[in-house]
Each structure stands twice: as C-alpha cells, then as structure tokens.
C-alpha cells in the first residue's frame, strides 16, 4: 500500500506508479490525514482533472504538505484552473 509512506514519512516518491484517477482517490484521502509528508511526487502517474480536484479538495485540510510535484500528468487547462483557484 502506499497511503502509509504518506502518512510516515516526510516526503513520498510515488512516481511512474500508474496511480490514475482512482489510486489518486486513495492519495487524496491520505492526504486529507496527513501530518508528516512535507513533499510528495505524483508526476507520471495517468493523474487527471478528477484526481487534480480531489487532491486540492483533501489539501484543504492538510497544513504540512509543502511541495507537490505533478508533472507529466493529464491535468489540462482545466486541472491547471482548478491548481490555480486553490493556492
């Protein structure tokens, strides 16, 4: 599983692990709990408008993520707009 490296350690390497939107789902909730994972790397995972949406959304509630890397993505114009309107 991989929501447990979120939640222990202070930065998480989950590139290129073909997360898509519903591993996203799973990210985004353990995101939601997290109190430790200062940098987390999401890039190459297949992570579109749906999973950009849920992990801004779980962000919400977290104040220790500092850096996000989504790069090489399928986030879009819009997934862009959503980033946007939430920092």
Do not use: H, W
């Not at 202070?10 to 109190?35: H, M, V």
């Not at 509630?61 to 850096?67: G, K, P, R, V, Y």
Request: charged share 20%.
């Amino acid at each position: 599983p991989i929501t447990p490296q979120i939640r222990s350690s202070p930065s998480a390497d989950l590139s290129a692990k073909n997360l898509g939107e519903e591993g996203c789902q799973y990210i985004a909730e353990a995101f939601a709990f997290n109190d430790r994972c200062k940098a987390a790397d999401l890039g190459k995972n297949g992570i579109g408008l749906q999973g950009v949406s849920q992990l801004c959304e779980a962000l919400t509630q977290n104040d220790f993520l500092q850096t996000l890397i989504l790069e090489t993505n399928s986030i879009g114009d819009e997934g862009a707009q959503v980033i946007a309107a939430f920092m």
